[in-house]
């Protein structure tokens, strides 16, 4: 799963690159569903791109502090000239001497525990860039899952206004034709008239609700703001919310990419606590010189060659070194808190999100009961007036019953898409929600 990741998340860095480079031209409807969605979060998000560089940041990082584990070898080349006082035959006078070199230096640690301390923090840290890469593109994908998912509520929404518009346009005519036969007031027509100039105005509030989560969506999609956006339903499929409960907190915890970074700095700084207690250790330095020398660069040059084998021990350093390993504890128990806090959040968040997934799941088949009695009731209702056994004050209530049954079954279905697409980030893989189709 984790190379699995990687690989997916910086294909898609890589495609958004790309395509964020190519202006786009027209204004043709765009298609989308949810995976399509998620897989264009590299084009505009920065979070994402700046994590992307915080990984080549720590890759580099590590090659440079590899690099004192390797040889170096420079090329020295240089002119001198000198003057100095000596006594001659006749006192003293005045000396001058020039000398010319190229010389190849070479330098080589041979042992020296601060130097292989360093390249294995550093080995770390790219592997916890790695997962705050993972860790970013899984809050990402979730927040475009939420737009999404808000989007299509919306929509919703609005359909289902309008909807409610024609069913208060047939009250209107109804009661029309029934004050026209006798059979209704003038009340009647008025108070129809009214739930229908009420439809109408959160007609026109959701068209405003709806142009905004759209520009919120295309926004985040780096998307063509004048282009028609139509989104794919996000079906609900049938399932037992319980069947996915098993082993759920132990596949989390391998699988939640910030849990898997705290677990891996605290790693790291128990390799930082053992490299701070080895630091009194002697090192040791292979060093060497090969080259040529004479007067000036135009003389005969003569070879010339040095190899030294160098040994250090620290003696006193005015307690650095008790310094920095009283610091390396610290940071040893602050991250031991941070795991454990890591480690029972998750399993709240896991309790919570399964719970909230059973009970909007139940929502849903009590919202759905719920519409199924509305529309009974508001057929009798319509029943009774086209009859002329009541007036439309029935039909009125039973209206806007119904009207708030199904509005209660978009919010059910919605919170339950929401608590799906929570429950998949909790266990540290948010593209599992596109298997809940």
């Known amino acids: ?201 959160s007609i026109l509030r959701q068209e405003t609700l709806v142009y905004q989560s759209e520009l919120a969506l295309k926004r985040l999609l780096n998307l063509q703001l004048e282009a028609p956006l139509n989104l794919q339903p996000f079906p609900i499929t049938e399932r037992n919310p319980q069947a996915f409960q098993s082993a759920m907190l132990l596949r989390a915890a391998e699988q939640r990419p910030d849990l898997r970074a705290a677990k891996l700095t605290l790693e790291r700084n128990r390799v930082a606590r053992r490299a701070a207690g080895l630091e009194r250790l002697p090192s040791l330095e292979l060093t060497g010189d090969y080259g040529f020398g004479g007067r000036d660069p135009g003389s005969d040059l003569d070879e010339q060659w040095r190899i030294a084998l160098g040994f250090s021990m620290p003696l006193f350093d005015g307690f650095r070194i008790r310094a920095n390993r009283l610091q390396a504890d610290s940071l040893i128990r602050r991250q031991e808190a941070i795991v454990d806090d890591l480690m029972q959040q998750l399993e709240a968040d896991l309790r919570f999100d399964l719970r909230d997934i059973i009970s909007t799941w139940q929502q849903i088949q009590v919202a759905q009961k719920r519409v199924d009695l509305s529309e009974r009731e508001y057929r009798l209702a319509q029943t009774r007036f086209q009859e002329g056994v009541a007036d439309n004050r029935d039909v009125v209530d039973a209206q806007a019953r119904l009207a708030n049954a199904q509005e209660g079954l978009i919010e059910a279905e919605f919170a339950y898409k929401i608590a799906l697409l929570s429950f998949a980030r909790s266990r540290g893989d948010v593209l599992s929600i596109l298997d809940f189709q």
């Open 1 to 201: 799963m984790p190379f699995a990741a990687k690989v997916f998340i910086r294909s898609f860095i890589t495609l958004g690159i790309c395509l964020s480079a190519t202006p786009l031209l027209s204004a043709n409807a765009i298609d989308l569903n949810l995976r399509s969605a998620m897989e264009r979060a590299s084009q505009a998000n920065i979070n994402l791109l700046l994590e992307q560089e915080n990984v080549v940041t720590a890759q580099q990082e590590r090659a440079r502090t590899r690099s004192n584990l390797l040889p170096s070898v420079d090329l020295i080349a240089g002119q001198s000239r000198s003057s100095g006082m000596v006594n001659g035959l006749v006192g003293p006078e005045r000396m001058y001497s020039s000398r010319f070199e190229a010389l190849l230096r070479g330098r080589l640690s041979l042992f020296d525990v601060t130097n292989h301390a360093n390249d294995r923090v550093a080995r770390f840290n790219v592997e916890i860039a790695d997962l705050n890469l993972e860790n970013t593109a899984q809050s990402v994908w979730q927040s475009i899952g939420s737009a999404y998912f808000s989007h299509l509520r919306n929509v919703s929404r609005l359909e289902l206004l309008q909807v409610i518009r024609e069913r208060d346009t047939v009250l209107l005519d109804l009661s029309r034709n029934q004050f026209e036969a006798g059979a209704a007031t003038s009340i009647d027509v008025t108070r129809a008239e009214v739930q229908l100039a009420d439809t109408e105005l």
